[in-house]
């Protein structure tokens, strides 16, 4: 699904990611976690098209897609839902929806979009005529989740999903991000939240200073004593 | 009962009933067609077409503002490109008017690329400074490029539009009805692209650029596209207050024009389309109506900006721009069944 091979990103002369490779495979939840200013965002941001990188290779579906313009990338069908969720506040819920299916064309398919996204989320269905920066930090995640699989991705990044959220909250975003899996989406997961991201994940990844420090199996890393201390905060 | 309350929402939703709506609509054309029988004097008569005229500029820069977040102060420029265009092509070359129309359309579109593509790399206050510098810009060569323009001196003796023998005159309400024509046709398709999916990518652009790209919206598209409707627009327009006027030169098309522009779109309401109606009335009518205020009349463009941005920024009808978008019946009835449909979404009945 996405293979990335020696990966470099700069801002300015500031060396953000220093080679990284990885691999997502079809229907995976595979899961980025790192310290602050490992270079997660970074990496996703990169995979995205939001910032170019300065050599290295992005591969989705088979197709090359390093550097390629952002939108075009999404037309693709590879979504990225950003850190920090960016809804549209002034915008009702429904047209954050509508935006979201921008590129599909299909209006049948939009409408499957809209049923499959208010059955995953019906707290959004409640409030489809609200606007969205009304709404509470868990529900505008949820509805940035939504918005980005109105246009069926086949590959969604989630950048920090849980960020800013109360627990209980937490635990309902994981949950649908299972979910989300068994709709046969594949997921690219990056969270400092590692013990709930290892948890919902196949495989996992540890970015440390813009390289992957670790990888393998999510039980494997979990279990890892090293990544228990400094990311599980476990002895 | 809710619905009970007065509220601008509540009222709203009542002038928005189709039915109600229709009539508003009807009764406001037919007042708009007799108008030329109200026995106004020529006078009235000019500023009335010299409203109608403003109401089509904060139109087209509505869409920049309002829709996609863009701050043109440089749209006397595009009416000036609009103007000099048909009043060389009509005066010197001898063109129909409608027909010199057609290449003002496609200038001002060429414009609006150039000064669209800055907006790819800056954005706002930077970028506003650039469109003041464009309409500068257009000023100068107005000036400088006398062959073409007469300079300083500027032309004089516009011709007046003319289709199959008709002249369209001030004294048979040609120009009047011209205005109107044009001002409808603008509002018309503003309203259609508001409601489209063209629409939604403006307003997701000026919403949040980032979150836009992320939707799959081509920003840059969508950037350039807002200019040159705005430049169309504004060119158009431009066209018909050259033939009102019957002179121009660089000091009709001065930053002072972009300015009031501008305050019409932001006193009316950024984003809204009756807004831009209400605005030019108070901004146009009220000055020339009281002579004594024509002198003050920046000082007071100037306060009103500051206390709207301060106190009202979303400008004297700006409520609506809350409302959301109709959604497709069938949507909404796949999502929550047709029988709860008016339960749950909020939408009282008025009937």
Not at chain 1, 69 to 86: F, N, Q, T
Not at chain 1, 194 to 213: C, D, H, I, K, P
Not at chain 2, 3 to 18: A, C, G, M, R, V
Not at chain 2, 221 to 243: D, E, M, P, Q, R
Request: net charge positive; proline share 3%; charged share 15%.
């Amino acid at each position: 699904m996405l293979v990335i091979e020696n990966l470099h990103t700069y801002y300015g002369a500031i060396h953000a990611l220093k080679g990284i490779s990885l691999t997502v495979n079809d229907g995976e939840v595979v899961c980025l976690i790192g310290a602050n200013g490992a270079g997660k965002s970074t990496l996703v941001n990169t995979i995205s098209g939001l910032i170019h990188a300065r050599s290295g290779k992005v591969v989705f579906q088979d197709k090359e897609i390093t550097n390629l313009d952002a939108y075009k990338i999404v037309k693709m069908g590879l979504r990225l839902s950003p850190e920090g969720r960016e809804v549209f506040p002034d915008l009702t819920v429904e047209d954050n929806l509508r935006l979201g299916a921008y590129v599909s064309t299909d209006k049948k398919q939009i409408e499957d979009a809209y049923a499959r996204c208010y059955q995953l989320f019906p707290k959004l269905k409640e409030r489809r005529r609200q606007q969205a920066g009304t709404l509470s930090g868990g529900e505008q995640q949820m509805l940035a989740i939504g918005r980005a699989l109105m246009s069926e991705p086949k590959l969604l990044l989630l950048d920090e999903p849980s960020l800013g959220l109360a627990p209980n909250i937490v635990n309902q975003i994981f949950e649908l991000i299972i979910e989300i899996q068994k709709q046969g989406v594949t997921i690219l997961l990056i969270e400092q939240n590692a013990n709930m991201a290892l948890q919902v994940s196949n495989r996992a990844y540890v970015l440390e200073n813009g390289t992957v420090g670790m990888e393998g199996k999510a039980k494997d890393i979990a279990a890892d004593n090293r990544v228990r201390q400094i990311y599980l905060g476990l002895k | 009962m809710r619905d009970k309350k007065i509220s601008f929402n509540n009222l709203e939703k009542f002038l928005y009933q189709p039915s109600v709506f229709m009539i508003l609509t009807g009764a406001a054309l037919a007042v708009l067609l007799i108008v030329p029988w109200l026995g106004l004097n020529s006078y009235l008569m000019n500023i009335v077409v010299k409203v109608a005229i403003y109401i089509t500029l904060a139109l087209g820069l509505n869409i920049l503002v309002g829709y996609t977040g863009l701050v043109s102060l440089g749209q006397a420029g595009f009416v000036a490109v609009g103007a000099y265009a048909t009043t060389i092509l009509t005066k010197v070359y001898g063109w129909n008017f409608f027909t010199s129309l057609i290449v003002c359309v496609v200038l001002a579109a060429a414009v609006g690329i150039v000064i669209g593509l800055p907006s790819l790399r800056l954005t706002g206050t930077y970028l506003s400074i650039i469109t003041l510098g464009f309409g500068e810009i257009i000023r100068t060569v107005i000036i400088v490029w006398e062959p073409l323009t007469n300079g300083p001196m500027g032309i004089r003796g516009i011709p007046r539009p003319a289709l199959g023998g008709i002249t369209f005159t001030m004294a048979n309400s040609g120009m009047y009805y011209l205005s109107l024509l044009l001002m409808l046709l603008v509002m018309l398709f503003c309203r259609t692209l508001v409601r489209s999916k063209t629409g939604r990518a403006l307003r997701a652009v000026k919403g949040d650029e980032t979150a836009a790209v992320m939707m799959g919206i081509n920003v840059t598209y969508y950037k350039v596209l807002a200019f040159v409707l705005a430049a169309v627009i504004s060119a158009l327009a431009g066209s018909l207050y050259s033939t009102q006027l019957g002179y121009i030169d660089q000091n009709t098309f001065t930053f002072d024009m972009s300015t009031i522009i501008l305050s019409i779109v932001i006193l009316g309401g950024m984003g809204t389309l009756r807004g831009m109606v209400i605005g030019s009335i108070i901004l146009i009518l009220l000055p020339e109506l009281s002579r004594s205020l024509t002198d003050y009349r920046f000082v007071i463009y100037g306060l009103i900006l500051i206390l709207m941005m301060r106190f009202r920024p979303q400008g004297i009808l700006g409520w609506k721009s809350r409302l959301p978008y109709p959604i497709r019946k069938t949507v909404i009835e796949r999502i929550s069944g047709p029988q709860n449909q008016t339960a749950d979404d909020g939408e009282t009945n008025h009937a």
